[in-house]
């Protein structure tokens, strides 16, 4: 058994790891409830964003192939795979969850003979995926926590350029969609080419709804400049405001993830601390026992 100074000192140990995971939890509930008021601003406008898109492109029509981001390349030989991760670890299975659906995805494209250009953002996927093997044709870091525009900006420039230049016949994004600071789900969808991509799924869908919902006649759009004027320069915004609805998502997921880990910890050190502390009372308890049995002891001797 352990004696009770070694008990102490372990309680004092796990006393002050639940000290500094209380702390983390509380910071990251402060930086939960921006980033969700962030996610509250900017579902409405990246929603619209794609509601337009689509519109346009339907009514372009056969014209909207004209555009560089809207045509289909003759094969699928090289497909970008963004991955959205954090900086930081102490989250639970935040970032490894994203890392596995990832590699999934790129040993089923592997197995179809298509080849994978692997792109991550935070430092939790760029080492993991280089640990793995991947050789990385882009890695962003250092925003995870509070990532602005101009970085969803920049991923998007890489990835609308290769696919422009041929070098992507597809670009796909997965990342944790934020549901409740409980909840993360890992969602995929395609960017590009825009027929193939998540709002051009979500078309019937919306159809059906509002052909349910609204039976009579609908309003017609005229668009000026003509709709492919327009696509064009709306298709870029969308590629970016996807990324960077990602990126507001996966933070707001990292730090619910992040404080319901550190909530578990801290109830974990507090279960352990009860343990030593029955544990450092037996001590305790058989100290005193031995002494009294010395005495005794002593005392028959004297006798």
């Known amino acids: 058994m352990a004696s009770q100074r070694d008990v102490k000192n372990r309680i004092s140990s796990v006393k002050n790891i639940q000290k500094i995971t209380r702390a983390m939890e509380m910071v990251a509930a402060a930086r939960l409830r921006r980033a969700e008021q962030r996610i509250a601003a900017l579902r409405p406008y990246a929603d619209a964003l794609r509601r337009m898109t689509r519109q346009a492109a339907q009514a372009a029509g056969a014209e909207a192939t004209r555009l560089p981001l809207l045509s289909e390349h003759g094969s699928t030989d090289r497909i970008g795979l963004l991955l959205v991760t954090g900086d930081r670890g102490l989250a639970g299975g935040f970032n490894s969850q994203i890392i ?3 590699v999934r995805i790129g040993d089923e494209y592997a197995e179809q003979s298509v080849q994978t250009a692997w792109y991550a953002t935070g430092r939790r996927g ?18 995870a926590d509070k990532p602005a525009y101009a970085d969803a900006r920049s991923i998007a420039d890489d990835l609308m350029t290769g696919y422009i230049d041929g070098e992507l016949d597809r670009v796909e994004i997965v990342y944790n969609a934020y549901i409740s600071p409980l909840t993360q789900q890992v969602r995929r969808e395609t960017l590009l080419p825009l027929s193939h991509a998540t709002i051009a799924a979500e078309e019937s869908a919306d159809d059906d709804a509002s052909a349910e919902a609204d039976s009579g006649p609908r309003s017609l759009v005229d668009y000026e400049p003509d709709p492919e004027q327009i696509l064009k320069r709306l298709v870029p915004d969308y590629v970016e405001i996807s990324i960077y609805r990602s990126l507001v998502e996966s933070t707001a997921g990292f730090f619910g993830a992040q404080m319901t880990a550190m909530r578990s910890a801290s109830d974990n050190a507090g279960e352990i601390i009860t343990d030593l502390t029955l544990q450092m009372n037996r001590a305790r308890q058989a100290e005193i026992t031995q002494e009294i049995m010395e005495v005794v002891a002593g005392a028959e001797g004297l006798t």
């Not at 080492?127 to 250092?142: H, I, K, M």
């Open 100 to 102: 596995r659906a990832g």
């Open 126 to 143: 760029v080492s993991s995926l280089t640990f793995r093997g991947r050789e990385l044709a882009g890695g962003y870091t250092g925003f």
